[in-house]
C-alpha cells in the first residue's frame, strides 16, 4: 500500500538553529500537508500546498516556516531559526484531491534544546 | 467555524468491556468529511474510517462502529470486546472539503485497556 514517507524519525536541534523536515508524498497526489502536534496536544493544521503554491495556512504557519516542493517527488518543511515552542512532532500528509484520500505520514519528532 | 469536541479526556475501562468514544462537531457546511484516528503510543497517526456528510448509515469493522447523527452532530465511536491494543489516543476529525481541505482535529481522548 502506498505511504507518504517523512525523514528523519526524530531530530533534535539547537535553539536558534534552522531544520528542514522532509517528506515524500503518495507519487500521484497532488495536495501536501504539514501539521503541528505539540507533545500530549492535538493536531494542527500548519499549511496546504497544490499546484506549486501554498493554498492555504494556518495562523502557526508564520514568517518561520516555508514549505518547498523542490523536485517532483519531495516535500519540504523549512523553520528557520527555531524555538524551544517549535519542539513537537511534524505530520506530512497528502492526498489525490481534497480530504478525499487524505494519508499521514508517520511523523518527524522535533527537539529544541 | 468548524470545531470538534471530545469531550472525554481520558477513559479506562478492563479488557473485554466495550467502550464509546464521544465525538460532537459544528460546522456551517452541508458538505464535510467526518473522520477517526487511532494515535498509538509510537505516535503515528493510524486512519480509521472517512464518513462523508451524505451518508449516515452506521459502520461496523470488526470490533470497531461507528454512529452517525447529524440531528445531532455526533460522530461516535465504539470499540466492543475491547483489548489491551486497543490502548492508545482517539481524534475525531473533520474536513469541509471541497471548499476547505485541512482537517480539523479534535482534542483526542486517551484510552487506557486494562489487563
Known amino acids: 500500500e502506498p505511504e507518504v514517507t517523512q525523514t528523519p524519525s526524530h531530530q533534535v536541534t539547537q535553539m536558534g538553529q534552522e531544520v528542514i523536515l522532509r517528506c515524500v508524498p503518495i507519487s500521484n497526489h497532488l495536495y501536501f500537508y504539514w501539521y503541528r502536534q505539540i507533545l500530549g496536544q492535538k493536531v494542527e493544521f500548519l499549511v496546504s500546498?497544490?499546484?506549486?503554491?501554498?493554498?492555504?495556512k494556518s495562523e502557526i504557519f508564520d514568517d518561520q516556516f516555508s514549505v518547498e516542493r523542490p523536485d517532483g517527488s519531495n516535500f519540504t518543511l523549512k523553520i528557520r531559526s527555531t524555538k524551544l515552542e517549535d519542539s513537537a512532532m511534524y505530520f506530512c500528509?497528502?492526498?489525490?484531491?481534497?480530504?478525499?484520500?487524505?494519508?499521514f505520514g508517520s511523523g518527524t519528532r522535533l527537539t529544541v534544546v | 467555524a468548524q470545531k470538534v469536541t471530545q469531550a472525554q479526556t481520558e477513559i479506562s475501562v478492563v479488557e473485554k468491556e466495550d467502550v464509546t468514544l464521544d465525538c460532537v462537531y459544528e460546522t456551517r457546511d452541508t458538505t464535510y468529511y467526518l473522520f477517526w484516528y487511532k494515535q498509538p503510543p509510537s505516535g503515528e497517526l493510524v486512519f480509521l474510517i472517512r464518513?462523508?456528510?451524505?451518508?449516515?448509515q452506521n459502520e461496523i469493522s470488526g470490533r470497531y462502529s461507528w454512529n452517525f447523527q447529524k440531528s445531532t452532530s455526533s460522530f461516535n465511536f465504539t470499540i466492543t470486546a475491547s483489548q489491551v491494543v486497543d490502548s492508545a489516543v482517539y481524534f475525531c476529525a473533520l474536513s469541509e472539503a471541497p471548499r476547505d481541505d485541512k482537517i480539523i482535529f479534535g482534542k483526542g481522548t486517551r484510552l487506557h485497556i486494562l489487563p
Open positions: 500546498f497544490y499546484n506549486n503554491e501554498i493554498s492555504e
Open positions: 464518513r462523508n456528510s451524505f451518508d449516515e
Open positions: 500528509a497528502s492526498g489525490p484531491r481534497g480530504a478525499d484520500g487524505y494519508t
